[in-house]
């Protein structure tokens, strides 16, 4: 019942709004007739709307300012209107008066300004009866004329196809949905805040890689037509990152997309952004030290506080993040002894809790297939899941003490991964070797493993000093600290199937 009416109010809404804009384009005709422009040159203005309000006991009563931004609501009283506008900073209440903008102008207003419109006011700040603090207009200017009305005011933008396909739209009628991004804009400048206070370089590396690598990951393909070259968007930018610490910058770091042709989610999106940073004669128990005060450092800046409410969870920032490692991750959080982990009845494990895998694979990706199942949405806090296979960690160099498990981890919080690290693999006979693993793996059907890449070989020739690299998902932790649990709402234009 309640999906008919919506559909009903949508059909009714797209009605009117059809009408509207015959209505609009009209009065563009009619403005044009008087020689007004819809669209005139930019004027200048002296303050934002928050900033005159919050400088209203700082100037004289006379002091005018002038402001521009977007009308979001109009009340009209006889030769008087009060009006909303908003721009970038939020909003001011306007207060036009016939007597004093004159008869003209304010005839113009009542036949051409619309809610949508895009205008410039002039005038000194007073406070009304009820205590709000709003401008008198002296002068006022049509700048944009909007041709279609906006979404209705008391419910909103809820389709949420035209949040993300027209998200102009949501930003102009969702305070909450700006908020979100301009947080999303903080968290990116804290962190390179945070890079740069502990000597780190940012660099920019290549977006289109002649052989795709540094991630299990599909690529996407594209062909350079003057080169003749088949080319691949980047997975990842880990390779050429490790190339500068070879020639000597020994901590780097870039914050830039990465594109992997992969399914869609509410976790997943095609682009998406990460930080990706290196740090010489370090080692993976510096990394997790680096990131677990990384992000206190953001949480507490952003949201002034360490405890993060994402979704019904409750999350705290603040403890020393666990540290556990795969295998006892699956005994405690997965509720299987450690005797049904054994390469001897791992099978039998596999099978009693129905996950779908090739019986061949190694026990690595049987473990693997079992922490994915049944303990990655259960880490809540975050926690750091260390000693992952060596199969499924082909960049990462060797564990001298087990050849079973190699010195790398991944960060959950929310019960979801957030950031991924190793100690970086600089042996260039063990990386050649398990390149020609992971190239054999590709040509029996395994579309995710990597290619052999020659010329990092060559790279890592030239010696690769003792080195630790992690990736931290820009996007979800931004919907961590947001309180978002999609990644299309912490994303501004998502990739969506066509109409």
Not at 60 to 82: D, I, N, Q
Not at 298 to 308: K, Y
Not at 383 to 398: G, H, N
Request: a negative charge; hydrophobic letters at 40%; charged letters at 25%.
């Amino acid at each position: 019942m309640e999906n008919k009416q919506n559909a009903e109010r949508e059909h009714l809404q797209e009605q009117d709004a059809s009408l509207e804009y015959a209505v609009r384009l009209a009065k563009v005709e009619a403005m044009k007739a008087l020689g007004i422009d819809p669209w005139p040159q930019q004027k200048e203005v002296s303050s934002t709307c928050h900033g005159a309000i919050n400088n209203f006991e700082k100037v004289p009563e006379s002091y005018e300012y002038t402001v521009a931004g977007r009308v979001m609501a109009v009340r009209l009283h006889g030769k008087t209107a009060f009006v909303h506008i908003q721009d970038n900073s939020g909003r001011i209440q306007v207060y036009i008066r016939q007597d004093i903008i004159g008869d003209t102008l304010f005839e113009q207003f009542k036949d051409f300004v619309d809610v949508g419109d895009i205008i410039w006011v002039k005038g000194p700040l007073f406070k009304t009866k009820t205590g709000e603090i709003t401008l008198r207009v002296t002068e006022y200017t049509l700048l944009s004329k909007c041709l279609h009305p906006l979404p209705e005011k008391f419910h909103g933008l809820a389709d949420i196809e035209t949040i993300y396909r027209q998200r102009y739209l949501d930003l102009i009628t969702n305070q909450e949905s700006r908020e979100r991004f301009k947080k999303r804009s903080a968290i990116i400048r804290l962190m390179r805040d945070y890079f740069d206070d502990h000597g780190f370089m940012e660099v920019e590396t290549p977006m289109l890689h002649p052989i795709p690598g540094g991630a299990a990951a599909k690529p996407f393909s594209t062909h350079h037509n003057a080169l003749d070259t088949d080319f691949y968007l980047r997975i990842a930018p880990e390779l050429y990152l490790k190339r500068l610490v070879i020639g000597g910058f020994e901590r780097v770091y870039e914050i830039n997309r990465n594109f992997r042709n992969e399914g869609i989610s509410t976790r997943h999106n095609p682009e998406f952004t990460m930080a990706e940073f290196y740090v010489a004669h370090k080692d993976y128990r510096f990394m997790m030290d680096f990131i677990e005060q990384l992000l206190q450092y953001i949480a507490e800046r952003v949201n002034q506080t360490r405890t993060v409410n994402y979704g019904a969870m409750t999350i705290d920032l603040s403890k020393p993040f666990e540290r556990i490692s795969m295998q006892d991750a699956v005994v405690k959080h997965g509720g299987i002894p450690a005797s049904d982990l054994a390469p001897e009845t791992i099978d039998t494990t596999i099978k009693k809790h129905h996950i779908q895998i090739d019986s061949k694979v190694s026990w690595g990706y049987k473990l693997l297939a079992l922490f994915e199942e049944l303990v990655e949405k259960k880490l809540v806090n975050p926690t750091f899941v260390t000693d992952y296979p060596i199969e499924i960690s082909p960049l990462t160099k060797r564990d001298p003490n087990n050849t079973v498990v190699v010195p790398r981890f991944e960060l959950f919080i929310g019960g979801m991964e957030v950031a991924n690290g190793y100690n970086e693999l600089n042996d260039p006979f063990d990386q050649a070797a398990r390149f020609r693993q992971q190239a054999a793996a590709r040509e029996i059907g395994d579309q995710e493993a990597h290619y052999y890449d020659a010329d990092y070989v060559l790279a890592l020739e030239h010696g690769l000093p003792p080195t630790v690299g992690a990736g931290i998902g820009i996007d979800r932790l931004t919907m961590l600290l947001t309180n978002t649990t999609s990644i299309k709402d912490v994303i501004l234009f998502p990739a969506l199937k066509k109409r």
